[in-house]
């Protein structure tokens, strides 16, 4: 076997760790048209048939989308993919620091009331009015005015990534999902003035330390939150060390990567992304239900012919349970795998002209895939950004489906082709379980 080795690339301060020495499979699915296309494949519910109103994209963080793959959540379900087709995974800090706060906006969904008292000083919702000069101005001026108003006057410093490969459009997708923690204690009012063969951790180790270093304060937002931040610890740990990784180190750090994704075949003689349960430690970034309550697993039964049948058809039958530092990472079902964005809603004062007030959404978090194909590769970098649309109602509750369906079909599709678990016509990737969307 020949040694492995780490390398730290100085000039764009990045480390890789090499891993399988696996062909990429061919790329499935289409890069998204434009920006419009990005934000209605990426976030389906948002514009489904069944919405009763039809928003205009009116600003977004994404100019460039010439190799960005529609997503629903580019890290987890990037990740995922890109196991499962053999491309090379490139994380920013920033991306995982995003699943993070958006899996934390599902929690303070549910539990805000809990937490008033931590946050702030007064019952209902207080209002929030900014003015900017242009849409990111106004989100910024959100940022800094929630922080004069809570009581935890560390949440801005806390919440924006900060890490050297940050750039100011991370800031503003940022402070939307604090925007999103905080929404259920402000109303947010603005104006216009006129005017997986490897991975690839970007940025500086110190980056690394200071996502890690961020964990603490989850402890503040409860007991769950608290847990959550014990799932994390082991992976956060390990994200730091892999820049340390030299010798005996080479081989751990290998493992751990190699424990990223885990996928077995369900009891089943369908197909599609219902029938397979995804295990490893990315699972940790699912540690909360759509309804903000902590993730439970529902063991399969206990019947000894299904077990024959789940060690007969699974990828890794002896390592499923991924164990890290005594914490253990449950699977979860592909067709289960929770969004990786939140949104907050927005009244722009005098928009689109004097006199006139319009409801909108600020939605941000991890929405797609920049994937790169070159003559013996594939480079699978998560993408996050944000978007702001209207008019909408925000009375009304989008669902009852969450995320694309057909990208999951897609990566379903890609595992099955990837372990001959399944007879695939070529191209196929399946409806999806969903609603149609409607253009913008």
């Known amino acids: ?56 994209l009116l600003a977004s963080s994404f100019e460039d989308v010439a190799h960005v793959y529609p997503s ?119 104006m216009l003035v006129c005017g997986i063969p490897s991975v690839t951790l970007l940025g500086e180790r110190e980056d690394w330390v200071k996502l890690q270093s961020k964990l603490g304060r989850l402890y503040e937002f409860g007991p769950d939150a608290g847990l959550f931040a014990d799932a994390l610890k082991p992976i956060m740990k390990r994200f730091v060390s892999s820049w340390d990784a030299d010798g005996d180190g080479v081989g751990e750090t290998r493992e751990f990567w190699e424990q990223i994704v885990r996928a077995k075949k369900k009891w089943s003689c369908g197909e599609g992304a219902s029938e397979w349960d995804v295990s490893g430690w990315i699972t940790a970034f699912q540690f909360f239900e759509r309804d903000g309550k902590r993730r439970g697993f529902d063991p399969w039964a206990e019947d000894e012919e299904e077990e024959k049948e789940e060690v007969k058809m699974g990828i890794f039958p002896n390592d499923w349970n991924i164990i890290i530092d005594g914490q253990s990472y449950l699977p979860v079902s592909l067709s289960d795998m929770s969004t990786g964005y939140a949104k907050a809603p927005l009244k722009m004062k005098g928009y689109p002209q004097a006199g006139v007030d ?45 995320g694309s369906g057909s990208e999951m079909e897609g990566i379903a599709v890609g595992i099955a082709v990837c372990k001959d678990a399944a007879v695939m016509e070529s191209g196929k990737t399946g409806s999806g379980e969903g609603e149609e969307v409607k253009d913008l």
């Open 358 to 402: 319009t409801d909108a959404y600020l939605l941000a978090g991890n929405i797609g895939v920049e994937r790169v194909e070159e003559e013996d590769r594939v480079e699978a970098r998560p993408v996050s950004g944000w978007f702001l649309y209207g008019p909408v109602d925000t009375n009304y509750t989008v669902g009852p489906f969450f």
């Open 72 to 190: 629903s959540g580019g890290f987890i379900r990037g990740a995922v993919e890109a196991w499962a087709q053999h491309q090379h995974l490139i994380l920013r800090p920033g991306e995982v620091w995003f699943e993070v706060l958006s899996q934390m906006n599902l929690y303070m969904s549910a539990n805000s009331e809990k937490l008033r008292d931590k946050f702030v000083e007064f019952d209902g919702r207080e209002k929030i009015v900014v003015e900017g000069d242009s849409w990111e101005s106004m989100i910024t001026s959100f940022g800094d005015e929630l922080n004069n108003r809570v009581k935890t006057k560390w949440l801005k410093d806390w919440i924006l990534p900060n890490f050297s490969t940050s750039t100011p459009q991370d800031d503003v997708t940022a402070t939307i999902l604090m925007m999103g923690l905080m929404k259920n204690f402000f109303d947010f009012e603005g």
């Open 1 to 56: 076997m020949k040694a492995l080795s780490l390398w730290l690339s100085l000039a764009t301060a990045s480390i890789t760790i090499p891993l399988s020495p696996v062909a990429p499979l061919p790329l499935t699915g289409t890069i998204a048209t434009s920006v419009k296309d990005l934000f209605r494949r990426s976030c389906p519910e948002e514009v489904a048939y069944s919405v009763p109103y039809t928003p205009s």
